[in-house]
């Protein structure tokens, strides 16, 4: 483990999300190495760190006012042991070659777990799509593509959505693919339903990351029943993660966007929910205006990355982080245990930072990451690629079913890697071992590439 890290740090010393990522799946699967001396022998973490393909390229673009900006783009092509690369793309002006690789690298392993035939990839941008008129975002996301087209295919690689790319980003995209490759394929997913999407899609990755939390609820005895549950962020994983929350008799107290969060004590209703689907799907406004709709809510300005985020503070049963990377800190965590939080499931990719994760699995609480919790995206992306393939479609009933399906056998692999290891019930441990062994398998299958 420590050689490893270090052959990171002299390479890419600056890639901080990339090292924590890559040390959380170290930490997990440590004894499989030591009981398989021959995946060391292929140097195999040594390959998978290092990405099989990175494409950087310049994004120029005219804004309304007839000026022109650059912006940067990304794909980092991580892993095709086990399929097309598959991940999503992300528009933020945070996105750097370091969240790329971590967002890529968590993503190898996730589309593992999923039991579909997906290698793991992961794209984006530094542009903001915030506050840009669409004609803006359409001129970007045309650019973008010019470049992009050269790389990926419905074979080859299939990106996706995710924070700052949505249906309205994936039709410019696919749009200019369509144009320049003269092609009518299933090579993004997330497409709207008239033409190629999935149904469920949208929903999935929320839809999953609950049906993950009841699983491991029902390990227990226990249902969401009843449950307070505290969510972060307000986009498409937050959304539809309070949507199965509210269906399966929960109730959700709070939810975010990046300039601070609402607390509803009531609860989050199906009616007042899709008030924040319209507020942030269509006007594209801030949380702040659901607590200007909707009497007594609280409305709190915060900054994410503070000391501690008092979205965190609340007394609750359960926490769905669904917002961004490493939004919980040690402190955080310990309020949420202090309130009475004891299952953690996280709709976004590492939000918890190591520390956070420490005190989740030492107070023995359920905690499920991101790799496993929120792969029902993915998942359902995979579905969405195999009836585009077909040139069928399936119906909403059929698709849940799978997406169900799927999400209980992920929780099944997780629970049964880590108790064939000696850590029953750590569902961190056993992600990173299940999916860490079916990637290193097909890659000593195909031997030294
Ligand atoms: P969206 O862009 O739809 O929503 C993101 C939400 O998180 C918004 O409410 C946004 O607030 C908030 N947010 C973003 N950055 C920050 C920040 N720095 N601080 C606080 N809040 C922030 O993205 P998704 O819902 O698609 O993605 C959310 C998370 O889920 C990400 O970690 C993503 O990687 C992960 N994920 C997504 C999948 C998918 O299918 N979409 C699949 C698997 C994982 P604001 O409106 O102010 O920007």
Redesign the pocket.
């Given at each position: 483990m420590d050689k490893i890290m270090a052959l990171i740090d002299s390479r890419d010393p600056d890639q901080d999300e990339f090292k924590q990522a890559v040390r959380e799946v170290l930490s997990s699967v440590q004894p499989v190495l030591e009981r398989n001396p021959h995946y060391r022998q292929a140097a195999i973490l040594e390959r998978m760190i290092e990405p099989e393909r990175v494409i950087i390229f310049r994004v120029p673009w005219e804004d309304d006012t007839g000026q022109v900006r650059v912006n940067r783009g990304f794909r980092v092509e991580m892993n095709s042991a086990l399929g097309p690369y598959k991940g999503?793309l992300?528009f933020?002006p945070?996105v750097n070659l370091g969240i790329m690789k971590f967002?890529a690298f968590e993503q190898v392993f996730?589309n593992s777990l999923t039991t579909l035939a997906m290698g793991g990839g992961k794209g984006g941008s530094d542009f903001n799509p915030?506050g840009k008129s669409d004609n803006e975002v359409m001129r970007f996301c045309q650019s973008f593509m010019m470049e992009l087209q050269r790389h990926i295919g419905p074979d080859t690689d299939i990106p996706?959505?995710?924070?700052?790319?949505?249906a309205r980003e994936i039709g410019y995209l696919f749009g200019m693919y369509k144009r320049l490759r003269n092609e009518f394929t299933g090579v993004l997913t997330?497409k709207s339903l008239s033409w190629g999407g999935s149904l469920v899609r949208p929903e999935?990755?929320g839809y999953g990351n609950v049906y993950f939390a009841s699983e491991m609820l029902a390990t227990r005895g226990d249902s969401l029943a009843g449950k307070d549950c505290l969510i972060?962020?307000?986009?498409?994983?937050?959304?539809y993660t309070a949507e199965k929350i509210i269906q399966l008799g929960g109730r959700v107290l709070t939810?975010?966007?990046?300039?601070g969060y609402v607390f509803d004590e009531e609860g989050i209703s199906q009616e007042k929910l899709e008030s924040v689907k319209e507020l942030?799907n269509t006007r594209r406004g801030?949380?702040r205006e659901y607590a200007e709709a909707w009497p007594g809510v609280v409305y709190t300005a915060v900054d994410?990355?503070k000391e501690y985020n008092p979205l965190w503070n609340h007394k609750a049963h359960c926490a769905m982080p669904?917002?961004?990377?490493n939004?919980i800190n040690a402190r955080d965590a310990a309020n949420l245990i202090a309130n009475g939080v004891f299952l953690i499931s996280e709709?976004?990719?590492?939000?918890a930072s190591p520390e956070a994760i420490d005190l989740f699995i030492d107070n023995k609480l359920l905690y499920a990451p991101?790799k496993a919790a929120?792969?029902g995206?993915?998942a359902v992306?995979g579905l969405e690629m195999a009836q585009n393939s077909m040139r069928l479609k399936w119906p909403r009933d059929e698709v849940e079913g799978r997406l169900r399906h799927i999400m209980r056998e992920i929780h099944r692999t997780c629970l049964e890697a880590a108790a064939a290891y000696g850590m029953a019930g750590n569902y961190m441990a056993g992600a990173n071992i299940a999916a860490f062994v079916k990637t290193a398998d097909a890659m000593l299958d195909q031997g030294v590439v």
């Amino acid at each position: 483990m420590d050689k490893i890290m270090a052959l990171i740090d002299s390479r890419d010393p600056d890639q901080d999300e990339f090292k924590q990522a890559v040390r959380e799946v170290l930490s997990s699967v440590q004894p499989v190495l030591e009981r398989n001396p021959h995946y060391r022998q292929a140097a195999i973490l040594e390959r998978m760190i290092e990405p099989e393909r990175v494409i950087i390229f310049r994004v120029p673009w005219e804004d309304d006012t007839g000026q022109v900006r650059v912006n940067r783009g990304f794909r980092v092509e991580m892993n095709s042991a086990l399929g097309p690369y598959k991940g999503g793309l992300r528009f933020h002006p945070s996105v750097n070659l370091g969240i790329m690789k971590f967002l890529a690298f968590e993503q190898v392993f996730k589309n593992s777990l999923t039991t579909l035939a997906m290698g793991g990839g992961k794209g984006g941008s530094d542009f903001n799509p915030k506050g840009k008129s669409d004609n803006e975002v359409m001129r970007f996301c045309q650019s973008f593509m010019m470049e992009l087209q050269r790389h990926i295919g419905p074979d080859t690689d299939i990106p996706a959505g995710d924070i700052g790319v949505g249906a309205r980003e994936i039709g410019y995209l696919f749009g200019m693919y369509k144009r320049l490759r003269n092609e009518f394929t299933g090579v993004l997913t997330g497409k709207s339903l008239s033409w190629g999407g999935s149904l469920v899609r949208p929903e999935a990755t929320g839809y999953g990351n609950v049906y993950f939390a009841s699983e491991m609820l029902a390990t227990r005895g226990d249902s969401l029943a009843g449950k307070d549950c505290l969510i972060s962020g307000s986009g498409n994983v937050a959304q539809y993660t309070a949507e199965k929350i509210i269906q399966l008799g929960g109730r959700v107290l709070t939810m975010s966007d990046s300039s601070g969060y609402v607390f509803d004590e009531e609860g989050i209703s199906q009616e007042k929910l899709e008030s924040v689907k319209e507020l942030k799907n269509t006007r594209r406004g801030r949380i702040r205006e659901y607590a200007e709709a909707w009497p007594g809510v609280v409305y709190t300005a915060v900054d994410t990355f503070k000391e501690y985020n008092p979205l965190w503070n609340h007394k609750a049963h359960c926490a769905m982080p669904c917002a961004t990377q490493n939004e919980i800190n040690a402190r955080d965590a310990a309020n949420l245990i202090a309130n009475g939080v004891f299952l953690i499931s996280e709709g976004a990719n590492m939000p918890a930072s190591p520390e956070a994760i420490d005190l989740f699995i030492d107070n023995k609480l359920l905690y499920a990451p991101g790799k496993a919790a929120n792969a029902g995206g993915v998942a359902v992306s995979g579905l969405e690629m195999a009836q585009n393939s077909m040139r069928l479609k399936w119906p909403r009933d059929e698709v849940e079913g799978r997406l169900r399906h799927i999400m209980r056998e992920i929780h099944r692999t997780c629970l049964e890697a880590a108790a064939a290891y000696g850590m029953a019930g750590n569902y961190m441990a056993g992600a990173n071992i299940a999916a860490f062994v079916k990637t290193a398998d097909a890659m000593l299958d195909q031997g030294v590439v």
